[in-house]
């Protein structure tokens, strides 16, 4: 037996809790970990309550990142005592994932931990650090440099915001944060941003074209906020897509595509291949420091982690939250 949150569905009823779990829940997999830390996202929280229907399978421990210790493993590749990572694969959704002191996977999802990052900073940065690190990287690959010009984050005080906008104003752009909550202003220029716009600029349905602005930017919200930010992306610029806090329609038109030649990148974490997350790791070790961390992140245990998942969804927590299953 170990201890985890369990949701579980019975006809109408659905449940998230912790408690005691047998170890017959888990499901197969080569390579099977004492987790350390996991965290709670979004899709976390969606998980818990209930609000969306993200878990597939019953019953289903959540958690869509891990890192901890290889207790055994049928895979060359991992042996006992390796510090492995996770994020994604479905994990949390359709296969156990990480908010239990125990988990079973499968090798071909795991990356051994970076060196530079402990395992309590991999989930201060978790999918939500790797996923703005996708983003970051996919506007540098489409020549979106420092000097073409205002980098947009959406979603600013979420963990993929956050995480953006630490590293691109450690790369040298100038950021611009795009919040609802301007009470939380202080946080985002500490973490780089150099302006503070209201999410209402750009929330409500928009004119096709806007006055060009943005040489780049990263999404996490869609509806009509991308659209929009799509309107007023600059000639030759990238809007990098990566969530749907607003909804996942896009009530758009081609113009911004066809005559200005912008880019829409869409940036999924979930299945991206094997080498893709070691560049994006390698580069987070690289880019952040000690300090970054904590900045971003605060640590909860596993008691507070249903509580936790409401008050995430309603807008109430900022940053990343890491969950200490050795507390």
């Given at each position: 037996?170990?201890?985890?949150?369990?949701?579980?569905?019975?006809?109408?009823?659905?449940?998230?809790?912790?408690?005691?779990?047998?170890?017959?829940?888990?499901?197969?997999?080569?390579?099977?970990?004492?987790?350390?830390?996991?965290?709670?996202?979004?899709?976390?929280?969606?998980?818990?309550?209930?609000?969306?229907?993200?878990?597939?399978?019953?019953?289903?421990?959540?958690?869509?990142?891990?890192?901890?210790?290889?207790?055994?493993?049928?895979?060359?590749?991992?042996?006992?005592?390796?510090?492995?990572?996770?994020?994604?694969?479905?994990?949390?959704?359709?296969?156990?994932?990480?908010?239990?002191?125990?988990?079973?996977?499968?090798?071909?999802?795991?990356?051994?931990?970076?060196?530079?990052?402990?395992?309590?900073?991999?989930?201060?940065?978790?999918?939500?650090?790797?996923?703005?690190?996708?983003?970051?990287?996919?506007?540098?690959?489409?020549?979106?440099?420092?000097?073409?010009?205002?980098?947009?984050?959406?979603?600013?005080?979420?963990?993929?915001?956050?995480?953006?906008?630490?590293?691109?104003?450690?790369?040298?752009?100038?950021?611009?944060?795009?919040?609802?909550?301007?009470?939380?202003?202080?946080?985002?220029?500490?973490?780089?941003?150099?302006?503070?716009?209201?999410?209402?600029?750009?929330?409500?349905?928009?004119?096709?074209?806007?006055?060009?602005?943005?040489?780049?930017?990263?999404?996490?919200?869609?509806?009509?906020?991308?659209?929009?930010?799509?309107?007023?992306?600059?000639?030759?610029?990238?809007?990098?897509?990566?969530?749907?806090?607003?909804?996942?329609?896009?009530?758009?038109?081609?113009?911004?595509?066809?005559?200005?030649?912008?880019?829409?990148?869409?940036?999924?974490?979930?299945?991206?291949?094997?080498?893709?997350?070691?560049?994006?790791?390698?580069?987070?070790a690289e880019l952040l420091e000690a300090s970054d961390f904590d900045?971003?992140?605060?640590?909860?245990?596993?008691?507070?982690?249903?509580?936790?998942?409401?008050?995430?969804?309603?807008?109430?927590?900022r940053g990343r939250v890491i969950v200490d299953l050795k507390?």
């Open positions: 037996m170990f201890k985890g949150i369990l949701i579980q569905k019975d006809d109408d009823q659905y449940t998230a809790q912790l408690q005691d779990i047998d170890d017959s829940v888990l499901p197969e997999g080569d390579v099977s970990v004492d987790v350390s830390y996991s965290t709670l996202n979004y899709k976390d929280g969606l998980a818990i309550t209930g609000k969306s229907p993200v878990v597939r399978s019953f019953p289903m421990i959540p958690g869509i990142d891990l890192v901890g210790t290889v207790t055994s493993s049928e895979n060359t590749k991992f042996a006992v005592g390796d510090k492995v990572l996770l994020n994604g694969f479905g994990v949390g959704e359709v296969h156990c994932g990480g908010l239990a002191e125990k988990a079973r996977l499968k090798s071909d999802w795991l990356i051994k931990l970076p060196h530079g990052i402990s395992a309590q900073q991999a989930m201060a940065v978790g999918t939500a650090g790797y996923t703005a690190m996708l983003c970051v990287i996919a506007l540098e690959k489409d020549g979106v440099t420092p000097d073409k010009g205002e980098i947009l984050v959406t979603g600013a005080n979420g963990g993929v915001g956050s995480y953006a906008i630490k590293l691109l104003s450690k790369l040298g752009y100038t950021v611009v944060a795009s919040t609802g909550r301007p009470a939380e202003s202080e946080y985002l220029k500490a973490l780089g941003a150099s302006d503070i716009i209201d999410r209402n600029a750009l929330s409500e349905p928009g004119r096709p074209m806007a006055r060009e602005r943005w040489a780049g930017a990263v999404d996490s919200v869609g509806s009509h906020t991308l659209a929009n930010v799509c309107a007023s992306t600059k000639y030759g610029g990238t809007v990098a897509a990566c969530g749907l806090a607003q909804g996942m329609d896009f009530p758009a038109s081609v113009a911004p595509f066809i005559l200005r030649g912008i880019t829409l990148r869409g940036i999924d974490s979930v299945m991206r291949p094997l080498a893709d997350r070691e560049e994006a790791w390698s580069r987070l900045d971003i992140s605060h640590v909860i245990g596993l008691e507070d982690v249903v509580n936790t998942a409401g008050e995430l969804l309603a807008g109430n927590v507390s």
